[in-house]
C-alpha cells in the first residue's frame, strides 16, 4: 500500500493541479496578512485572535474548500482516463481497489495538508499582528473546528469522485464543486429555512461550523451528508473496480 | 505443451452486434503471433479481453493457465502490454514514467529503467519531460514500461502507431531480439500486413469481429507462391517431361491433369512447346502471381489491410 501512496504522490509532481493548491494556501493567507496588516496600521487596532482565525477557516470551508478538492478528487480518480494511463494502471498485479483506497488517503492527506498549512500560515500572520497570547481554549477550540472540516470536506469529496470516475473527465468534478458551493450560496442568500437548507451537503458543512445546529436539524443534515458520501463512494468504487475500461489517450 | 494464451469462444456484442464473435485462438511459447486485420476489426476489443479490460459477452480467456477476469493480476506480473497508444503521464520524465511501473511491479533493480530507456533508445531524453516528447516517443516509452519488468509475455496492440520507418525497423529488431535472447512470446496486432509478415511466426486474421484464418506464417508463404497451373492431356507424363527435359523438381499433382509449377514460371513458352514436342497435349497454361496483399484482400472482401 506505501508503494501505491508514494507513486500515487509521484504522480502529482509538476502537475498544474499543484499551483491550484498553493493559490488556496495563498489567497485565504494573503487576505488575513491584509486584514490583520489594515486594523494594525490603519485603524491602529490590533485584531483580535478570534476574528483572525474564523476568517480564513470560513473562507475555505464555504467557498474555496469545496469546489477546489471536488476538483482534487475528479484529478487524482479521472486522470487515468483522461490522460489514457488507465490501461496501464490497470495492468499491474495489484487488485483495483487498491488503488481507489490508496487515491482516497491521497486526496485525504492533500485536504488536511491544505487545511492544516493554512491554518499555521493564519497563526504566523496573526502572531505578526496581534498584541495578545493566544488564548489556550480558542486554540484547542479551532484545531478541533480545523478536524470537523477537514472530515467534513472529504465527506463531501465522492460527489465529485462520482462525477469523475463516471464521466471519466477532470472537469466534472470541478463543476460538481462550483455547482455545490453555488447552491450553498443561492440558499443563503434567499433565507431558505435551515430545516430545508440542511438538506444541501455543501450548505450544512457550512452551517455545522459557523452556527450551532438544534439536533434535529443536525441529524437530517449529516445524515444527508453521510447518506450521499456513502452512496457515491460505493457506486464509484464499484464502477472503478468493474467497469470496462475502453477508449484510450494520447 | 500448455498455451501461453488461449481464448475460448470469446465473445463481446454491444448492442447486437458482435464486435468480437466467438474467436479461439492459441498462442505456443516463443511464438511472434501476427493478429492481422483492418481498423474496426475488432483486435483492439479482443486484446482488451485478454487483459481482462473489458468483460466477454461470453467465452474465456486463459493466459499461463490461469483464467483471466477483472480481479485475476496475478498473471500481470509476467505479461507486458501496450494497448493502442500508451498514455504516461505528462507533467513527469520518461526516468519518472518508468520509476513508477518499476514500484507498482516490485522491481527493486533501479538500474533496469536506464536499461530499457536504452533498449527503445531514449537514455538520452530519459530526464525530458514526456508531454514534449513526440507520438513516435511516447510509443517507445510505452514499449519501455511494458518490457521493465522482462515479462514473459508481450501484448502489443499497434505498437508501431506513429513511428517512422526507421522507428518500425528498430522495434521489429528489438522483438526479433528479445523472442531470441530471452524466449519471450508476443502477440502483436496491426492491421499493417507488411509489418506482421516481417515479423510474425504464426499469423491470426480477424475481420468484423470474426477470425478467419489462423495459420504459421511459413504455410501461408506457401498458400502464397507464384506458380503455374498447366491443364494436360496425361499429367503423370508430363511430370515427367518437366523432370527430365527441364529440370523442373518443384511441382505438384493437383488433380488429374493439373500440375502446379513453382520454378521456371517466366518461361511458358518453353514449358509448353517441350510438352507439345513430346506428345503431351496442354489445354491451358495460367500463372498466378498469388501474393499475401491479394489473399487478404479476398479473404476481407477487399477491405484495406495494407
Given at each position: 500500500?506505501?508503494?501505491i501512496?508514494?507513486?500515487?504522490l509521484?504522480?502529482?509532481?509538476?502537475a498544474?493541479?499543484?499551483?491550484?493548491?498553493?493559490?488556496?494556501?495563498?489567497?485565504?493567507?494573503?487576505?488575513?496578512?491584509?486584514?490583520?496588516?489594515?486594523?494594525?496600521?490603519?485603524?491602529?487596532?490590533?485584531?483580535k485572535?478570534?476574528?483572525?482565525?474564523?476568517?480564513?477557516?470560513?473562507l475555505?470551508?464555504?467557498?474555496?474548500?469545496?469546489?477546489?478538492?471536488?476538483?482534487?478528487?475528479?484529478?487524482?480518480?479521472?486522470?487515468?482516463?483522461?490522460?489514457?494511463t488507465?490501461?496501464?494502471?490497470?495492468?499491474?498485479?495489484?487488485?483495483?481497489?487498491?488503488?481507489?483506497?490508496?487515491k482516497?488517503?491521497?486526496?485525504?492527506?492533500?485536504?488536511?495538508a491544505?487545511?492544516?498549512?493554512?491554518?499555521?500560515?493564519?497563526?504566523?500572520?496573526?502572531?505578526?499582528?496581534?498584541?495578545?497570547?493566544?488564548?489556550?481554549?480558542?486554540?484547542i477550540?479551532?484545531?478541533?473546528?480545523?478536524?470537523?472540516?477537514?472530515?467534513?470536506?472529504?465527506?463531501?469529496?465522492?460527489?465529485?469522485?462520482?462525477?469523475?470516475?463516471?464521466?471519466?473527465?477532470i472537469?466534472?468534478?470541478?463543476?460538481?464543486?462550483?455547482?455545490?458551493?453555488?447552491?450553498?450560496?443561492?440558499?443563503?442568500?434567499?433565507?431558505t429555512?435551515?430545516?430545508?437548507?440542511?438538506?444541501?451537503p455543501?450548505?450544512?458543512?457550512?452551517?455545522?461550523?459557523?452556527?450551532?445546529?438544534?439536533?434535529?436539524?443536525?441529524?437530517?443534515g449529516f445524515?444527508?451528508?453521510?447518506?450521499?458520501?456513502?452512496?457515491?463512494?460505493?457506486?464509484?468504487?464499484?464502477?472503478?473496480?468493474?467497469?470496462?475500461?475502453?477508449?484510450?489517450?494520447? | 505443451?500448455?498455451?501461453?494464451?488461449?481464448?475460448?469462444?470469446?465473445?463481446?456484442?454491444?448492442?447486437?452486434?458482435?464486435?468480437?464473435?466467438?474467436?479461439?485462438?492459441?498462442?505456443?511459447?516463443?511464438?511472434?503471433?501476427g493478429?492481422?486485420?483492418?481498423?474496426?476489426?475488432?483486435?483492439?476489443?479482443?486484446?482488451?479481453?485478454?487483459?481482462?479490460?473489458?468483460?466477454p459477452?461470453?467465452?474465456?480467456?486463459?493466459?499461463?493457465g490461469?483464467?483471466?477476469?477483472?480481479?485475476?493480476?496475478?498473471?500481470?506480473?509476467?505479461?507486458?502490454?501496450?494497448?493502442?497508444?500508451?498514455?504516461?503521464?505528462?507533467?513527469?520524465?520518461?526516468?519518472?514514467?518508468?520509476?513508477?511501473?518499476?514500484?507498482?511491479?516490485?522491481?527493486?533493480?533501479?538500474?533496469?529503467?536506464?536499461?530499457?530507456?536504452?533498449?527503445?533508445?531514449?537514455?538520452?531524453?530519459?530526464?525530458?519531460?514526456?508531454?514534449?516528447?513526440?507520438?513516435?516517443?511516447?510509443?517507445r516509452?510505452?514499449?519501455?514500461?511494458?518490457?521493465?519488468?522482462?515479462?514473459?509475455?508481450?501484448?502489443?496492440?499497434?505498437?508501431?502507431?506513429?513511428?517512422?520507418?526507421?522507428?518500425?525497423?528498430?522495434?521489429r529488431?528489438?522483438?526479433?531480439?528479445?523472442?531470441?535472447?530471452?524466449?519471450?512470446?508476443?502477440?502483436?496486432?496491426?492491421?499493417?500486413?507488411?509489418?506482421?509478415?516481417?515479423?510474425?511466426?504464426?499469423?491470426?486474421?480477424?475481420?468484423?469481429?470474426?477470425?478467419?484464418?489462423?495459420?504459421?506464417?511459413?504455410?501461408?508463404?506457401?498458400?502464397?507462391?507464384?506458380?503455374?497451373?498447366?491443364?494436360?492431356?496425361?499429367?503423370?507424363?508430363?511430370?515427367?517431361?518437366?523432370?527430365?527435359n527441364?529440370?523442373?523438381?518443384?511441382?505438384?499433382i493437383?488433380?488429374?491433369?493439373?500440375?502446379?509449377?513453382?520454378e521456371r514460371?517466366?518461361e511458358?513458352?518453353?514449358i509448353?512447346?517441350?510438352?507439345?514436342?513430346?506428345?503431351?497435349?496442354v489445354?491451358?497454361?495460367?500463372?498466378?502471381?498469388?501474393?499475401?496483399?491479394?489473399?487478404?484482400?479476398?479473404?476481407?472482401?477487399?477491405?484495406?489491410?495494407?
Amino acid at each position: 500500500m506505501t508503494t501505491i501512496l508514494y507513486t500515487e504522490l509521484l504522480k502529482c509532481k509538476r502537475a498544474s493541479i499543484l499551483w491550484i493548491i498553493a493559490a488556496v494556501i495563498v489567497i485565504p493567507s494573503l487576505i488575513s496578512f491584509f486584514i490583520g496588516f489594515g486594523s494594525w496600521a490603519i485603524l491602529d487596532s490590533p485584531p483580535k485572535w478570534s476574528g483572525f482565525l474564523v476568517f480564513s477557516q470560513s473562507l475555505i470551508n464555504m467557498l474555496i474548500g469545496p469546489p477546489v478538492f471536488a476538483m482534487l478528487a475528479s484529478f487524482l480518480f479521472a486522470r487515468e482516463y483522461q490522460e489514457g494511463t488507465v490501461h496501464s494502471f490497470f495492468l499491474y498485479p495489484r487488485h483495483r481497489a487498491l488503488f481507489f483506497l490508496g487515491k482516497l488517503c491521497i486526496l485525504l492527506l492533500l485536504i488536511t495538508a491544505i487545511i492544516g498549512i493554512t491554518f499555521l500560515i493564519s497563526l504566523g500572520i496573526g502572531f505578526m499582528f496581534t498584541t495578545t497570547h493566544l488564548p489556550y481554549d480558542l486554540f484547542i477550540g479551532k484545531v478541533w473546528e480545523l478536524l470537523k472540516i477537514i472530515g467534513l470536506q472529504f465527506l463531501l469529496a465522492p460527489i465529485a469522485i462520482l462525477a469523475g470516475v463516471l464521466s471519466r473527465q477532470i472537469i466534472a468534478g470541478i463543476i460538481v464543486g462550483i455547482v455545490g458551493v453555488t447552491s450553498s450560496v443561492i440558499l443563503m442568500i434567499a433565507s431558505t429555512p435551515l430545516q430545508y437548507s440542511v438538506y444541501n451537503p455543501y450548505s450544512f458543512v457550512t452551517f455545522i461550523i459557523d452556527s450551532p445546529l438544534e439536533s434535529s436539524l443536525m441529524i437530517r443534515g449529516f445524515g444527508t451528508l453521510m447518506t450521499l458520501s456513502i452512496v457515491c463512494t460505493a457506486i464509484s468504487y464499484y464502477h472503478y473496480v468493474s467497469s470496462d475500461v475502453q477508449g484510450s489517450g494520447v | 505443451m500448455e498455451p501461453i494464451l488461449k481464448t475460448i469462444n470469446l465473445t463481446k456484442t454491444y448492442d447486437n452486434h458482435a464486435a468480437v464473435n466467438k474467436i479461439n485462438m492459441s498462442i505456443g511459447k516463443g511464438e511472434i503471433y501476427g493478429f492481422l486485420g483492418p481498423n474496426g476489426a475488432g483486435k483492439t476489443t479482443a486484446i482488451r479481453m485478454m487483459l481482462g479490460l473489458v468483460k466477454p459477452t461470453s467465452g474465456e480467456v486463459e493466459i499461463f493457465g490461469e483464467k483471466i477476469s477483472k480481479n485475476s493480476f496475478k498473471a500481470f506480473e509476467r505479461i507486458g502490454a501496450i494497448i493502442e497508444t500508451p498514455g504516461s503521464y505528462k507533467n513527469l520524465t520518461a526516468y519518472e514514467n518508468l520509476d513508477i511501473h518499476r514500484r507498482l511491479m516490485g522491481i527493486s533493480a533501479k538500474s533496469s529503467i536506464e536499461e530499457t530507456l536504452d533498449m527503445v533508445g531514449l537514455l538520452e531524453v530519459r530526464n525530458r519531460r514526456v508531454g514534449k516528447f513526440s507520438l513516435g516517443m511516447k510509443q517507445r516509452l510505452g514499449l519501455a514500461r511494458a518490457l521493465l519488468h522482462q515479462p514473459d509475455f508481450l501484448i502489443l496492440d499497434e505498437p508501431t502507431n506513429g513511428l517512422d520507418p526507421q522507428g518500425i525497423k528498430d522495434i521489429r529488431h528489438l522483438l526479433l531480439d528479445l523472442v531470441k535472447q530471452r524466449d519471450i512470446t508476443i502477440l502483436v496486432s496491426s492491421h499493417i500486413l507488411s509489418e506482421i509478415e516481417q515479423l510474425a511466426t504464426k499469423i491470426g486474421i480477424i475481420h468484423q469481429g470474426q477470425l478467419l484464418e489462423e495459420m504459421d506464417m511459413e504455410q501461408l508463404r506457401q498458400k502464397n507462391r507464384h506458380y503455374l497451373d498447366i491443364t494436360v492431356s496425361n499429367d503423370q507424363q508430363a511430370a515427367f517431361i518437366l523432370q527430365e527435359n527441364l529440370s523442373i523438381v518443384d511441382y505438384t499433382i493437383t488433380e488429374l491433369g493439373k500440375i502446379r509449377i513453382y520454378e521456371r514460371m517466366n518461361e511458358p513458352m518453353i514449358i509448353n512447346r517441350t510438352l507439345v514436342e513430346n506428345g503431351v497435349d496442354v489445354a491451358e497454361l495460367v500463372l498466378n502471381k498469388g501474393n499475401l496483399e491479394q489473399y487478404f484482400l479476398q479473404l476481407t472482401g477487399g477491405n484495406a489491410v495494407v
